[in-house]
T-cell receptor, first 114, second 115 residues
Framework: AQSVAQPEDQVNVAEGNPLTVKCTYSVSGNPYLFWYVQYPNRGLQFLLK??????LVKGSYGFEAEFNKSQTSFHLKKPSALVSDSALYFC????????????FGSGTRLQVQP | DAGVIQSPRHEVTEMGQEVTLRCKPISGHNSLFWYRQTMMRGLELLIYFNNNVPIDDSGMPEDRFSAKMPNASFSTLKIQPSEPRDSAVYFCASSTRQGANTEAFFGQGTRLTVV
């Protein structure tokens, strides 16, 4: 079985401050990990993914994520938040064998205050 | 590419009626997924196809739900009869190959309201 936990329903941060959205995963074997963003009334947009190699992955719109195998975490980060980053963020996991489709977390709403 | 195309964008129907949601995946993608999003349950996988063949339909709620993929460029999700608890946003997504490290691309979704 594979699962994802996003422990925070909402994260509030002031514009210009660094942001972190947390994600932990559970999967048999090694994982592929993904972050998606959803704006109101839109579909999910891919941000970045971890496959293998460097634990720090850089993605779209200045976002990055750090893979930590010992903590089974894949937290999303950005050095300086923008008001336009306010959205719903989803972490997702798939085992490397790929027998199942992506499993998504419950989502974290990011609110960036001006 | 136009991306994954879903129709209709919004659907309002009466309880007991048949509802058909449609999806056109990205050309060249051979994996297709149907997800349902609700406030209570988040994003749930309903079914996915690989090369037009259903691989995992364990997420389909009950026999009222059925999905088909008659060819590589078209899929449908049908609910018959519909119930108010089916109200949700239904997303279709596609990717180049199930089992690989490829991301899925999502359509805009169909917001279904059953009254």
């Amino acid at each position: 079985a594979q699962s994802v936990a996003q422990p925070e329903d909402q994260v509030n941060v002031a514009e210009g401050n660094p942001l972190t959205v947390k994600c932990t995963y559970s999967v048999s074997g090694n994982p592929y990990l993904f972050w998606y963003v959803q704006y109101p009334n839109r579909g999910l947009q891919f941000l970045l993914k971890y496959i293998t190699g460097d634990n720090l992955v850089k993605g779209s719109y200045g976002f990055e994520a750090e893979f930590n195998k010992s903590q089974t975490s894949f937290h999303l980060k950005k050095p300086s938040a923008l008001v336009s980053d306010s959205a719903l963020y989803f972490c997702a996991v798939r085992d490397m064998i790929g027998r199942r489709a992506l499993t998504f977390g419950s989502g974290t709403r990011l609110q960036v205050q001006p | 590419d136009a991306g994954v195309i879903q129709s209709p964008r919004h659907e309002v129907t009466e309880m007991g009626q048949e509802v058909t949601l449609r999806c056109k995946p990205i050309s060249g993608h051979n994996s297709l997924f149907w997800y349902r999003q609700t406030m209570m349950r988040g994003l749930e996988l309903l079914i996915y196809f690989n090369n037009n063949v259903p691989i995992d339909d364990s997420g389909m709620p009950e026999d009222r739900f059925s999905a088909k993929m008659p060819n590589a460029s078209f899929s449908t999700l049908k609910i018959q009869p519909s119930e108010p608890r089916d109200s949700a946003v239904y997303f279709c997504a596609s990717s180049t190959r199930q089992g690989a490290n490829t991301e899925a691309f999502f359509g805009q979704g169909t917001r279904l309201t059953v009254v």
